[in-house]
């Protein structure tokens, strides 16, 4: 039940970010092509499981993001809010696949696993 509430938060998020990126009229091509860029940040895990847990999280917890769309609000600056949803929507999406934020033990241990 627990993990059924994971994904569909992240449904939701998601669906909600694509709707907010549609109210601005940005490119979809930049949508697409950026959807999975936060993703790089699992080559950090090429200098161990410690740091890439650590950069792998930074890059998939909402609170970054989430600021990013708010300052982009804020200030009225497109390519930030443009950027902060794309992120946001990743992570969204990344929940809603069931992939989580990671452990140090192993890349495939995550949060919604041990739920």
């Not at 950026?34 to 609170?63: E, Q, R, W």
């Not at 929507?89 to 140090?104: N, P």
Request: glycine share 6%; hydrophobic share 50%.
């Amino acid at each position: 039940m627990q993990k059924r509430t994971v994904h569909f938060e992240g449904m939701v998020v998601f669906l909600a970010t694509i709707y907010m990126y549609s109210i601005y009229e940005f490119s979809w091509i930049i949508f697409f092509v950026f959807l999975l860029a936060p993703d790089l940040s699992m080559l950090a895990y090429g200098i161990n499981n410690h740091v890439g847990a650590k950069i792998y999280n930074v890059c998939h917890t909402y609170i970054i993001s989430i600021l990013i769309v708010l300052i982009g609000v804020y200030f009225k600056i497109d390519t930030v809010i443009m950027i902060g949803l794309i992120w946001t929507a990743h992570i969204g999406m990344d929940r809603m696949f069931g992939y989580g934020l990671k452990y140090e033990t192993d890349f495939k241990d995550t949060h919604i696993q041990r739920l």
